[in-house]
């Protein structure tokens, strides 16, 4: 026996990792049932972990943008609504300008705070009959 294992040892030296095993070697110690609940549990749990936090980032992201959409949402209503008022505004403006604007409201107040009237006669001079030196 002490031969065999010695010569084992010559082989490995010789093949490197390469040499064959017994059959000893290559099997691993046998795992309790509570061992693999136990690196079965662990697993688990990292996973589920792995798996709550990723969805809470999403969730996070989510909630993000929809708070986002929402204000901007709000600030596209409230520059409609000015833009509504500043419209409103305008044309009343161009209506006031333009009853400003009226001959006849010019005539009123001419009449009436200066004393002026529309002469009924018209007189027109022209250069033309006049004789030059």
Known sequence: ??????QREGK?????DF????????????QTLTERRV?????LRRQCFVLLLVASVMAGIITMRSGM????G??????QEQTMKLEIDNAQLRVDNAKLKSPQRIKDIAAGEYGMTTPTKVYFSSDKNVKKN
């Open 1 to 6: 026996m002490l031969a065999r294992n010695l």
């Open 39 to 43: 690196l079965i549990n662990k697993a």
């Open 74 to 79: 709000y600030e596209l209503g409230k520059i």
């Open 69 to 72: 959409i929402a204000a901007r």
């Open 19 to 30: 040499a064959p095993r017994t059959r000893r070697e290559v099997r691993p110690r046998r």
């Open 12 to 16: 490995r030296k010789q093949y490197g």
